[in-house]
């Protein structure tokens, strides 16, 4: 059994939609990350938490759905929030074992503060930690908690590395012991850093990132070697996140931009860097409708909404993503791009 089934769910804020109905599963040893915007993650997590009704679709963890067996539901999920509270009065092992005994929790509370590498702040009151220790007291509380399913708003926001090592250490561990972790965040870096199941979900939809690692073999190799098979699957353009690579389907690219001799690709207003040069990218999009409308710039056409004249020889192209991007169009290319649509 799957320990979370997201069945049809859909979400409307003022009768905007905030997401379209979408199918989701975890199961036992899976991390899953939705990357998602802060309108739709808190959207998601309400629905998850029973403080705002499910009105369209079902939500159920380990079959229980909020609305039936309450106590059971939430006995199966445990959420870690970006902003929630602690008894900063207690010192890091007295609000330990307070939630051992809140929980039952037949966890050992030692084991749990070596886990978190806070040892040496087992007897300092939480008020005197610093922001990313309090963020590792707050793994020990939903460790401790020992759900079948354990949700992670934005897990290491704001924190040191040595709390994002202790966070990965963490999942890891979890998978190993046949839990389901689901990640939502707006950090494409922070998906990436703990899983390779990776789904954007928007107002369009659930959509699946298609992620590859860099084979062991290659990670020697400079990238200039590497050939084409190598990188790209037919039809993807491939985009370097650490060790992992993204692979987007052309029409998904809004625009692209040089700039010091690296390149990035613009998705909803979030870049990615290229592994391609933007002359490589403007002979591999320009079938996929794309226009190379400056030195420095190429631009999907299907999403110009507008173009704007600042003076007699200064345009831009505004874009019909979720930022309203604005991208350069030069002289001689506005010429080109009237020829191109039949304008005189």
Known sequence: MNLLEIRGLESFAEHTLVFPAFQLEVGPHDVTALYTSMNVRHALLANLAGKLPVSSGEIRVNGETCAGN??????????????????????????????????????????TIRSTKLETKARTRISQLNPSEKRRVQFARILLQDPSLFVFEEPDQNVDNETRLVLQRIVARLRELGKGVLVLTGSMETALGMTDKVYRLDEKGLKAFD??????????????????????RFEKIPARMNE???????????????NEGQTHLYIDGEAYPSTFKINELEDRLRTYGFFRCHRSYIV???????????????YSLVLDDRVKSSVPLSKTKMAELKEMMGLK
């Open 70 to 111: 309450r106590k059971r539901y939430f006995s199966q999920i445990g959420f870690l929030f970006l902003n929630e509270g602690l008894y900063e009065r207690l010192t890091v092992k007295e609000y330990f074992f307070f939630c051992k005994k809140l929980y039952g929790s037949a966890l050992d509370v030692e084991d």
């Open 211 to 232: 992620i590859q690692e860099r084979r062991e073999a290659e990670a020697d190799v400079p990238e200039e070697e590497l050939s084409v098979q190598q990188l790209v």
């Open 244 to 258: 992992k690579m993204i692979l987007f389907n052309p029409p998904e690219i809004d625009y692209i931009e040089s």
């Open 300 to 314: 999907n056409l299907q999403k110009v909404r507008e173009v704007v004249t600042f003076t007699r020889n200064s």
